[in-house]
């Protein structure tokens, strides 16, 4: 008896492509074998889903069994009483999960991408990326710095330039795949057995294997060292930011990209300044007669150097004065903020006979001014 590929897969009959393809994803993510290991039946599913997926997924074979319920030799399937033979459905082919998995861009799942199939191509590893943290200034995430830092991290060796090869010897057939980069071993289920495909163990891939290792890297193509690099921080960091210096991680394995590096920011508090956003804040005091009667005063900058700053007469105790242009900045704006100046009216604790007389007459004055 023929199988019912549309109950397989658990769609109804007038499925469309896009919803055929959808469930077959989710009964491969959840069939996939290796999530099944202890339970045989779990490649039997798939064997089955998969079955039905090539036949619903292809429209003229669909057509075909939807006309006939069966799909000729050429179709491989539909054997009548004798039944689907696994072997014969794959025909040779080897049962490569990655494949399928990659084919619907499944990547990333957790354990599968261990067994991934490699090629040349990428046994070449991108270099890991370095984190490094620095602590700046104030003045320095405001007007933005340039910085040395020393690393240790990958470097291609030298002697064999990234490849791993002893000088003056090259590659042999990996012996373990005879060049193929994969390995393949026969696994039984209730169909007989069927063949999985895996990266070869001893070249991950690669086909071929060091004749003699690079005795300096020890074959794998990258050495440790120390290295000093230049890091422009911009202007406007702030603390918990990161900087990317591309290119300047980890060298590659086996001659692949380098990594990046990651600058972490962390900026120091200012005695004098405070930031928000792309404004500091700075807190001066003057005393009780310069600003009743008005004053000029000598604010220091982040960037160094003093500003003169005008005191109206009869500035009140936390009155807030700016100055333009001379705060911080966000990070790729080009405009300073302002500088917020605070201004805190000082009344005195400790007075000469002088002063204490003065001010009681000031007083007396006042109480007059106001009686009158
Ligand atoms: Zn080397
Ligand atoms: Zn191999």
């Known amino acids: 008896m023929a199988k019912d590929y549309y109950k397989i ?45 090539e ?44 494949d399928i998995l990659r084919n619907f861009g499944f990547g990333g799942f957790g354990g599968f991408a261990e067994t991934r199939q490699r090629t040349a191509q990428n046994v070449r590893q991108r270099g890991e990326d ?45 012996p373990t795949c005879k060049g193929t980069g994969n390995v393949k071993s026969a696994q ?39 290295k000093t690099v230049e890091v422009t921080i911009p202007a406007g960091v702030e603390t918990g930011m990161r900087v990317r210096i591309r290119g300047e991680g980890n060298a590659g394995l086996h001659k692949g990209p380098r990594g990046d590096l990651y600058i972490l920011i962390r900026v120091e ?26 004053t000029t005063i000598q604010i220091p900058l982040i960037e160094g150097g003093y500003e003169k700053l005008k005191v109206p007469a009869g500035t009140q105790n936390n009155t807030e004065l700016i100055i333009r242009g001379k705060g911080a900045r966000l990070v790729g704006d080009r405009r300073r903020g302002d500088l917020t100046v605070k201004i805190q009216v000082d009344v005195p604790t400790r007075l000469s006979p002088k002063e204490k007389n003065l001010i009681k007459k000031l007083g007396e004055l006042q109480d007059d001014q106001k009686n009158s």
Not at 62 to 88: H, I, L, M, S, W
């Open 9 to 53: 897969l658990g769609v109804s009959k007038d499925a469309t492509a896009d919803e055929i393809q959808r469930r077959y994803r989710e009964l491969v993510m959840k069939n996939h074998p290796d999530l099944h290991k202890d339970d045989p039946n779990s490649s039997k599913k798939m064997a089955e889903v998969n079955e039905a997926y």
């Open 55 to 98: 036949m619903l997924s292809n429209p003229e074979k669909r057509a075909q069994y939807d006309r006939f319920g069966t799909v000729g030799p050429e179709g491989r399937a539909g054997y009548g009483a004798g039944g689907f033979d696994f072997n014969d459905f794959f025909q040779g082919e080897s049962f490569n999960f990655e």
């Open 188 to 226: 039984r289920s209730i169909f007989g057995e069927f063949i999985v495909q895996t990266t070869c163990p001893t070249c991950h891939g690669l086909g071929k294997i060091a004749k003699e290792k690079c005795s300096s890297c020890r074959g794998t193509g990258v050495v440790r060292a120390q």
């Open 269 to 294: 508090k200012d005695p004098r300044f405070e930031k928000a956003g792309n404004k500091l804040y700075y807190t001066t005091r003057i005393t009780f007669p310069k600003a009743a009667l008005g």
């Open 130 to 174: 370095i984190q490094y943290p620095i602590a700046i200034t104030l003045k320095e995430s405001v007007l933005g710095t340039k910085k040395e830092i020393r690393i240790t991290r990958n470097e291609t060796c030298t002697v064999c330039d990234g490849s791993g090869l002893k000088p003056g010897t090259g590659y042999i057939t990996c």
